[in-house]
């Protein structure tokens, strides 16, 4: 549904009207105060709120609740699917609260995840984001072992070979996975690394449909890792999550027990970012 510039202009001169009329202006904060409880009470019915409903719960006029819902109609604040009558949050909304979720911020929501998760399997715990092309640990938890990886909160890593990367990649569409395999080489770190585009095109796939990536001494010979990935309130992919440790210590077997405990803690981690429930996994 599309507004023009008059048709916003008509909208906000309506309301301005309306409350001249009722001797209650004040100086447009009563517009605000109004849209935002339009906002609140629309945001708390995720099935959507048609518009006489949405005035009566929040005491307006339907001629008022409809020039403001439609104003933001049409800025993206609010959204009505097509062939429906009732409104939803709007994506513009979502964005602007991803763009407050710092890197601080989410540091600070994963450490004590990766605390915990580190203290039940007693291996070293990461959390990593992908910034462009680049996959960065952005918080890390040391194990209780002897070995543990000596990767900094901060470095960068390859994403085709480590666990953290391919869960990552996985969140890519097919379209973004091509352009990122023709822009990067694979480089081979060790004699499992994956270095065939087609054959890392097919590992993404796996990640995709189960939800979980390893990573089987490709990056570093002696260690082995798995990770699943965290989502935040819109139910995309804001991160993974994971665990590694050392080949001798951490089994096929092992990793895959543990993995159970990776997908507990990126389910607390992707609560922490409002996410009600795991989004269904791509085919």
């Not at 006489?52 to 008022?64: D, P, Q, Y």
């Not at 901060?154 to 023709?182: D, F, I, M, N």
């Amino acid at each position: 549904m599309k507004t023009s510039v008059v048709d916003k202009a008509t909208a906000v001169d309506a309301i301005s009207a309306e409350e001249r009329e009722g001797g209650r202006e004040r100086g447009g904060i009563q517009s605000l105060e109004r849209a935002f409880a339009l906002l609140e009470e629309i945001a708390r019915n995720r099935d959507g709120i048609a518009l006489a409903e949405l005035s009566k719960r929040v005491g307006l006029h339907n001629s008022t609740t409809f020039h403001l819902v439609k104003t933001m109609l049409s800025l993206g604040y609010v959204e009505q699917p097509r062939d429906s009558k009732r409104y939803r949050i709007g994506r513009r909304l979502f964005t602007l609260a991803a763009g407050a979720l710092d890197e601080i911020e989410l540091v600070s929501l994963a450490t004590p995840v990766l605390e915990k998760l580190t203290r039940d399997t007693g291996e070293c715990s990461h959390f990593a984001v992908r910034s462009g092309d680049t996959i960065v640990v952005l918080a890390k938890t040391a194990g209780s072992g002897m070995f543990q990886m000596a990767d900094q909160v901060g470095v960068a890593r390859p994403a085709h070979c480590t666990a953290l990367g391919k869960v990552l990649l996985a969140a890519l569409s097919s379209e973004q996975l091509s352009r990122y395999l023709a822009a990067h080489e694979l480089r081979r770190f060790t004699p499992r690394t994956i270095v065939e585009p087609d054959a890392l095109t097919r590992e993404i796939d796996t990640v995709r449909r189960n939800g979980i990536g390893f990573d089987d001494g490709e990056f570093d010979a002696e260690a082995r890792c798995v990770a699943v990935p965290v989502y935040d309130f819109t139910g995309r992919v804001a991160g993974a999550i994971g665990i590694s440790g050392p080949v001798w210590r951490l089994s096929i077997r092992a990793l895959q027990e543990k993995a159970a405990l990776v997908r507990k803690s990126a389910t607390a981690l992707s609560r922490e970012l409002g996410c009600a429930a795991e989004p269904p996994r791509r085919a």
